[in-house]
């Protein structure tokens, strides 16, 4: 009997810039973004320190699409997905390694503008614009389908 392994990721963090749609030779849509992650704690001497993680990600097909229309650097977003790790050759024949977040979904929860106040009525407008813009209309919603990124994984053209 076969042992089964997990690799889950939950990230909840901002964009370090905005997306880059290209396209594969077959056309399938692949976006890739930076996010920063942060967490906090207080050393030994009760001083607090920080540490922010920079991550690679990477979403396929209609995601892809989806990534680039709505999201832009600095926006707040929760990711899921799992971690690869590619290795490749440059053209001048170095050796690299990338490890990158292989998106399953995404979710926008702030624009760049702040995360959402209740009570700051002053800017409930542009808030509750940009909570719109992030919901996906009906009709991509029902075109949404299950993409099993490992099946157009060998589509990468880098």
């Known amino acids: 009997m076969a042992v ?4 889950k990721v939950m990230l909840i963090g901002n964009l370090t810039r905005d997306p880059n749609l290209r ?3 077959n056309n399938t849509a692949v976006c890739s973004f930076g996010l920063a992650t942060n967490r906090s704690w207080s050393n030994d001497d009760g001083s607090l320190e920080e540490r922010t993680d920079f991550h690679n990600i990477v979403s396929w097909a209609k995601l892809a699409e989806i990534c680039n229309q709505i999201l832009q650097k600095g926006d707040k977003v929760y990711l ?4 690869q790790t590619r290795d490749w050759k440059t053209d001048d024949g170095q050796d690299r390694r990338i490890t990158e977040i292989v998106l399953d979904s995404m ?3 702030s624009s760049p503008r702040g995360d959402y106040n209740a009570d700051d009525s002053a800017s409930e407008e542009p808030q509750n614009e940009a909570k719109a ?3 996906p209309k009906k009709e991509e919603k029902e075109k949404e389908e299950e993409i099993n990124v490992d099946e157009i994984a060998d589509d990468i053209p880098f």
């Open 23 to 25: 396209y594969t030779p």
């Open 4 to 7: 089964r392994s997990l690799n």
């Open 107 to 109: 979710i926008k929860l």
């Open 80 to 83: 899921e997905g799992r971690i």
């Open 133 to 135: 813009k992030s919901k």
